[in-house]
C-alpha cells in the first residue's frame, strides 16, 4: 500500500487536527497503533511539525469526514508523488553486474544456434545492444577469441519460455515472409516441449555404413550373387598336420 510523504509529521496533523481513531491514522501513514497514541500523549515525535495532506494534495476533505464519521473506513491516499515517473521502462533487461560478464557467450550460443533470431530479439533476451550483437555476428568482438557459446537459460539470463516465445515468433515470420526451412532449421525452431515429444531418426553411425550387408556364409537373401565363404582358419594361417611332418622329415 502506497503510503503519503511525511508519514511522522502527517500523523502529527491528523492527531491534532482531526477525531480520526489511532488504528486509522496508523493504517493510513504507516506506523503502529500505540505509536500514533504516543504522538497523541507527546511522548513520540515531539517537535515535530504537523503535515497538512490535503494541502499537499495528499488526502481530500471529504475522505477525512467520510473517517470520522465511520471507524472502520479506511483512508485512501489522494496521489503519491513517490510514484511519479515510474512509467514502464523501455530499452534492454537489467543485467545484474556478476552476469554481465557471460552476456557475449550467450550471444554467440544465440547467433549460432538460432540465427533466425533478429538483433532486437536477441537484445531483449539477454539485455545487450546491437553494436555488440553485430560485432559477435561479425567476429570482430575485442574477446571473440576468448568466447564459448553457451546457452542464455543456463546462465540464468533469460527463462526458456521467453526463448521458446522469441523462436516461435521468429520462425512465424519467416514462413509469413515465405522463406523455406530446412529439416536443420526447423529441428532448431521447435519449442524445448516439442523437441523432446518428437521421435528420434533413426540414422547409421558412418563407421560402420556398409556393414548391414555384410554376410559370413552364402546365406545372402538380398538377391545378390553369394559372396565367397571366409574360412576362420585363413585368418591365423595356421599350417596343416602334413606339413610338420615334411618338415621334421627334411
Given at each position: 500500500?502506497?503510503?503519503?510523504?511525511?508519514?511522522?509529521?502527517?500523523?502529527?496533523?491528523?492527531?491534532?487536527?482531526?477525531?480520526?481513531?489511532?488504528?486509522?491514522?496508523?493504517?493510513?501513514?504507516?506506523?503502529?497503533?500505540?505509536?500514533?497514541?504516543?504522538?497523541?500523549?507527546?511522548?513520540?515525535?515531539?517537535?515535530?511539525?504537523?503535515?497538512?495532506?490535503?494541502?499537499?494534495?495528499?488526502?481530500?476533505?471529504?475522505?477525512?469526514?467520510?473517517?470520522?464519521?465511520?471507524?472502520?473506513?479506511?483512508?485512501?491516499?489522494?496521489?503519491?508523488?513517490?510514484?511519479?515517473?515510474?512509467?514502464?521502462?523501455?530499452?534492454?533487461?537489467?543485467?545484474?553486474?556478476?552476469?554481465?560478464?557471460?552476456?557475449?557467450?550467450?550471444?554467440?550460443?544465440?547467433?549460432?544456434?538460432?540465427?533466425?533470431?533478429?538483433?532486437?530479439?536477441?537484445?531483449?533476451?539477454?539485455?545487450?545492444?546491437?553494436?555488440?550483437?553485430?560485432?559477435?555476428?561479425?567476429?570482430?568482438?575485442?574477446?571473440?577469441?576468448?568466447?564459448?557459446?553457451?546457452?542464455?537459460?543456463?546462465?540464468?539470463?533469460?527463462?526458456?519460455?521467453?526463448?521458446?516465445?522469441?523462436?516461435?515468433?521468429?520462425?512465424?515470420?519467416?514462413?509469413?515472409?515465405?522463406?523455406?526451412?530446412?529439416?536443420?532449421?526447423?529441428?532448431?525452431?521447435?519449442?524445448?516441449?516439442?523437441?523432446?515429444?518428437?521421435?528420434?531418426?533413426?540414422?547409421?553411425?558412418?563407421?560402420?555404413?556398409?556393414?548391414?550387408?555384410?554376410?559370413?556364409?552364402?546365406?545372402?537373401?538380398?538377391?545378390?550373387?553369394p559372396k565367397e565363404k571366409i574360412d576362420a582358419d585363413s585368418f591365423f594361417n595356421l599350417p596343416s598336420g602334413d606339413d610338420e611332418d615334411a618338415d621334421e622329415n627334411a
Amino acid at each position: 500500500m502506497s503510503k503519503p510523504l511525511m508519514t511522522k509529521a502527517t500523523a502529527v496533523w491528523l492527531v491534532d487536527n482531526t477525531t480520526i481513531s489511532f488504528k486509522q491514522i496508523a493504517d493510513f501513514v504507516g506506523l503502529h497503533e500505540l505509536e500514533v497514541q504516543g504522538i497523541a500523549d507527546g511522548d513520540v515525535a515531539t517537535g515535530v511539525k504537523g503535515f497538512d495532506p490535503v494541502a499537499n494534495n495528499q488526502l481530500t476533505q471529504e475522505e477525512i469526514d467520510k473517517a470520522e464519521k465511520d471507524p472502520l473506513h479506511k483512508l485512501t491516499l489522494k496521489f503519491n508523488p513517490a510514484a511519479v515517473g515510474e512509467e514502464k521502462r523501455r530499452g534492454p533487461r537489467y543485467t545484474p553486474l556478476s552476469k554481465r560478464q557471460d552476456r557475449p557467450n550467450a550471444i554467440l550460443w544465440l547467433v549460432k544456434f538460432h540465427p533466425e533470431l533478429v538483433d532486437s530479439q536477441i537484445a531483449k533476451l539477454v539485455g545487450t545492444t546491437k553494436p555488440t550483437i553485430q560485432s559477435i555476428r561479425e567476429r570482430t568482438h575485442w574477446n571473440i577469441s576468448n568466447m564459448q557459446p553457451i546457452d542464455p537459460v543456463a546462465l540464468g539470463l533469460c527463462k526458456q519460455s521467453e526463448l521458446d516465445a522469441a523462436v516461435q515468433k521468429a520462425a512465424a515470420k519467416k514462413a509469413k515472409d515465405g522463406e523455406t526451412i530446412n529439416d536443420d532449421e526447423r529441428r532448431k525452431l521447435l519449442s524445448t516441449e516439442q523437441s523432446l515429444e518428437a521421435d528420434a531418426e533413426p540414422r547409421i553411425p558412418t563407421a560402420i555404413e556398409g556393414l548391414e550387408t555384410f554376410s559370413l556364409g552364402n546365406d545372402d537373401t538380398s538377391g545378390r550373387e553369394p559372396k565367397e565363404k571366409i574360412d576362420a582358419d585363413s585368418f591365423f594361417n595356421l599350417p596343416s598336420g602334413d606339413d610338420e611332418d615334411a618338415d621334421e622329415n627334411a
